[in-house]
């Protein structure tokens, strides 16, 4: 594997793109059996540059017994398909919990965080694509690969169905097993590159067959999850969801620039959507992970505190915190911390 991953930032919390790593030294240690081939930092036989532009990795997983590790929360640099041939799997998207059952396929936008294992694998056969279609938010325009064959119609649809709707588990439809049967098995013969037209084929194949699925099960579409107010809904979800998010110095034009949105826009939906504006949500964000870390951890002192959520004077926090809760952080944690005691006493 190439040793430099990329980061990915997701409005400016950082996961690394996934790189399967607990995946490769299962491999490594003959837990399971791993075949895939793949661009970039991925693990597998490496394609040549010019095949397949956008396929980030096409592969299986063989895992005849439970394993001791699990992907933990990531996101992709493109669409995932994964597709449970056989055995069971935990697998989680947004923080919804689904166990995987043989035929079901489940999807992941490159927007959508999400996790395989609850923590760890279990005994299953497991099939993936992760395709690149030039989006990292809800709000762009898919570019499919030049060597996507479906008609622009088609395409069209394909790519509103997979927009308008973030459902991510599917019962298969006929077909979409065969494809990805055929999938392992040129990958599994694949000598540099040698399967590419078989490979290209059966990609497109199971891409027309996944149309032809999601169009039988009649999905209610919601344009509204492609807009860049949907964007910033996501953004303002991290925000408060994720305290790493917190400490980071942001400023509205930084908030703005990472939901490809121009600062008055960008303002416009914060408030549309909380009744504020983008540094007041932020400092609501940080106050509330304030007093979470002063009721449950009494050993950290009010100053690491207010660092750790993102201020940079403690003097300031104190006023703020004060007009916020109706007390000094220290009282606060003092009252947390006495009816932590009365718990204890109590139990």
Same mark, same amino acid.
């Given at each position: 594997m190439p040793s430099t991953i990329p980061i990915y930032r997701d409005h400016d919390e950082t996961y690394r793109a996934d790189s399967c790593r607990p995946l490769v030294e299962a491999a490594r240690l003959n837990s399971l059996r791993l075949v895939a081939l793949c661009h970039g930092h991925y693990p597998g036989k490496v394609l040549p540059d010019h095949a397949m532009p956008g396929i980030k990795m096409?592969?299986?997983?063989?895992?005849?017994?439970?394993?001791?590790?699990?992907?933990?929360?990531?996101?992709?640099?493109?669409?995932?398909?994964?597709? $449970?041939?056989?055995?069971?799997?935990?697998?989680?998207?947004?923080? *919804? @919990?689904?166990?995987?059952? +043989?035929?079901? /396929?489940? !999807?992941?936008?490159?927007?959508?965080?999400?996790?395989?294992?609850?923590?760890?694998?279990?005994?299953?056969?497991?099939?993936?694509?992760?395709?690149?279609?030039?989006?990292?938010?809800?709000?762009?325009?898919?570019?499919w690969p030049p060597w996507f064959l479906l008609s622009k119609t088609d395409a069209d649809e394909l790519t509103s169905l997979l927009r308008h709707s973030e459902q991510s588990v599917y019962r298969t439809v006929p077909g979409i097993r065969e494809c990805f049967l055929k999938l392992s098995s040129a990958i599994e013969t694949d000598q540099e590159g040698s399967n590419?037209?078989?490979?290209?084929?059966?990609?497109?194949?199971?891409?027309?067959?996944?149309?032809?699925?999601?169009?039988?099960?009649?999905?209610?579409?919601?344009?509204? $999850?492609?807009?860049?107010?949907?964007?910033?809904?996501?953004?303002? *979800? @991290?925000?408060?969801?994720? +305290?790493?998010? /917190?400490? !980071?110095?942001?400023?509205?034009?930084?908030?703005?620039?990472?939901?490809?949105?121009?600062?008055?826009?960008?303002?416009?939906?914060?408030?549309?959507?909380?009744?504020?504006?983008?540094?007041?949500?932020?400092?609501?964000?940080?106050?509330?992970?304030?007093?979470?870390?002063?009721?449950?951890?009494?050993?950290?002192?009010?100053?690491e505190v207010a660092l750790d959520a993102g201020f940079n004077s403690s003097q300031y926090f104190a006023t703020v915190f004060t007009h916020r809760f109706g007390c000094s952080p220290s009282v606060f944690k003092a009252q947390g911390s006495h009816l932590g005691n009365q718990q204890d006493g109590s139990a």
């Open positions: 096409v592969g299986f997983w063989d895992a005849s017994e439970c394993q001791t590790w699990g992907l933990p929360w990531h996101f992709n640099e493109g669409l995932e398909l994964s597709f $449970l041939e056989s055995g069971s799997q935990d697998y989680s998207v947004d923080g *919804r @919990d689904y166990r995987l059952r +043989p035929d079901d /396929l489940a !999807i992941a936008r490159p927007w959508q965080r999400h996790r395989v294992g609850n923590p760890n694998i279990n005994a299953s056969r497991l099939h993936w694509i992760i395709l690149d279609v030039g989006v990292r938010r809800p709000d762009q325009a898919w570019k590419i037209s078989r490979l290209a084929i059966t990609v497109n194949d199971l891409f027309l067959k996944l149309l032809d699925g999601l169009r039988q099960k009649k999905i209610k579409l919601d344009e509204s $999850l492609s807009t860049t107010r949907r964007t910033v809904t996501l953004f303002l *979800r @991290d925000l408060a969801n994720n +305290p790493g998010n /917190l400490s !980071i110095d942001w400023t509205v034009e930084d908030m703005a620039s990472n939901c490809g949105l121009h600062k008055t826009q960008f303002t416009h939906h914060v408030r549309c959507l909380t009744n504020v504006s983008p540094l007041q949500f932020l400092n609501r964000c940080r106050l509330d992970y304030a007093a979470q870390m002063l009721q449950s951890n009494t050993d950290i002192s009010v100053t």
